[in-house]
Each structure stands twice: as structure tokens, then as C-alpha cells.
């Protein structure tokens, strides 16, 4: 073959490659217009989802202030829950031992009264009760504490409960349920309630 038809065979080549290769350069407008549109409308919902939301906190048609009943729900939602761990504390805490001869007379007596003790202990906090805890082991062997009250941002008591075994001379070993308060920095003994054990040495605690 010439070299001058090897040259044409060459240019043609690419030519035809070029016109069928066609780069992406090309951006689709309407596209953009649409992704655009998408987004404006995003923010128009969610503007208007906080708009719904200060006017229902505003509206006095709505039922006792929706916003306020629901912090209210779930404050004493948050109270019912440490009284549920306070309780269960208070039930390890004595033992199976001991547990088998007064468990009635705790259910029956003590528990009640500690959880209305405690209830009025939290419920005097207001908002300030989101931010206490209750401690999650009670002193075993001879120690008093069932249970204390602490505020997490300074890991400071709020009440102590406590049990102390009473020997009473002629009488025997009473169980003697009781709490202190930090307003007196836990000088006062505010007793919940007794239980009478017998006059033989009782187990230790949680034994």
C-alpha cells in the first residue's frame, strides 16, 4: 500500500473514533433544578414541623399543654423507676437467711412505707430529680446501708436509708429500718419501721 492511502486509512480511523467518543462534560441543568428543589423543600417541611410545634405549645385548645404533660410523664415516670431499684435493693439487702423469717412482715410494713418515704424525698427535688441516682449495692455483714440518694453532678448524698440491728436487753434483736437527710447533714434518725428477729444473734446481711 502507498503511503499516502496508509495516511488517509490512518486520518479516517480517527476521525470516526473521535465522532463517537463523546466526552461527559455536559452538566444537565433541569437536573440541578430538580436536586435544588428537593432541598428547598426539605427545609420548608421542617420549618414547618417547628412552626406546627410552638403553635400546639401555645394553643390553649390543646390538652393541658402537651409539651408540659409529657416532662410531666416523664419525671414521675423517672420516679417510679428509682423506686423500683430502691425497692429491689431493700429486698437483697436482707439475705436469703433472713429474708425467710421476716419477708411478710417486710412486704407487708416496711417496703410501703419506704417507698412513700422515698417518693416524697424525690417528688421535693422538681426537675432536680433527673439527675439523681440510687446506689446499687447495699452493705453486707454488719453494715447499716440499704440504699442511698445521690445527686450525680457532685456524687453528693441526698437521704441515706439505713437498717440497724437493735439487741434489747429481755427482748432480743429488732430490726430497725430508718433514714437521714442532707438538709441536717444526716444527723436526724427518721425511723421507717421494726422488725422483730428473736433472741438469738441474727445472720449477716445478704447472707
Known amino acids: 500500500m502507498k503511503l499516502w492511502l496508509r495516511k488517509l486509512a490512518v486520518s479516517l480511523v480517527a476521525i470516526v473514533t473521535l465522532g463517537l467518543y463523546v466526552p461527559p462534560l455536559h452538566i444537565d441543568p433541569e437536573a440541578n433544578s430538580n436536586k435544588n428543589a428537593l432541598a428547598s423543600k426539605a427545609a420548608d417541611d421542617e420549618r414547618h414541623a417547628a412552626s406546627v410545634a410552638v403553635a400546639k405549645e401555645g394553643d ?10 409529657e416532662q410531666k410523664y416523664d419525671k414521675e415516670k423517672y420516679i ?3 423506686t423500683d431499684i430502691a425497692k429491689q435493693q431493700a429486698t437483697s439487702k436482707l439475705g436469703p437467711k433472713i429474708a425467710s423469717q421476716v419477708e ?14 422515698l417518693k416524697s424525698v424525690l417528688e421535693a427535688a422538681d ?3 433527673m439527675f439523681y441516682s440510687i446506689t446499687q449495692q447495699p452493705a453486707g455483714g454488719f453494715g447499716e446501708r440499704i440504699f442511698h440518694v445521690y445527686d450525680e453532678r457532685n456524687e453528693k448524698d441526698i437521704a441515706r ?3 440497724r440491728r437493735d439487741n ?4 432480743g434483736y429488732w430490726f430497725n429500718f ?6 441536717d447533714n444526716f444527723q436526724a434518725h427518721h425511723e421507717i419501721g421494726e422488725i422483730y428477729w428473736d433472741k438469738n444473734m441474727p445472720p449477716k446481711w445478704m447472707a
Open 60 to 69: 390553649s385548645s390543646s390538652p393541658a399543654g402537651s409539651i408540659q404533660t
Open 168 to 171: 434489747r436487753p429481755m427482748e
Open 80 to 82: 417510679d423507676s428509682l
Open 127 to 129: 426537675d432536680d430529680v
Open 104 to 117: 411478710d412482715e417486710f412486704s407487708r410494713d416496711i417496703l410501703p412505707a419506704m417507698e412513700s418515704v
Open 178 to 183: 430508718h433514714y437521714h437527710l442532707s438538709n
Open 161 to 163: 436509708f439505713h437498717v
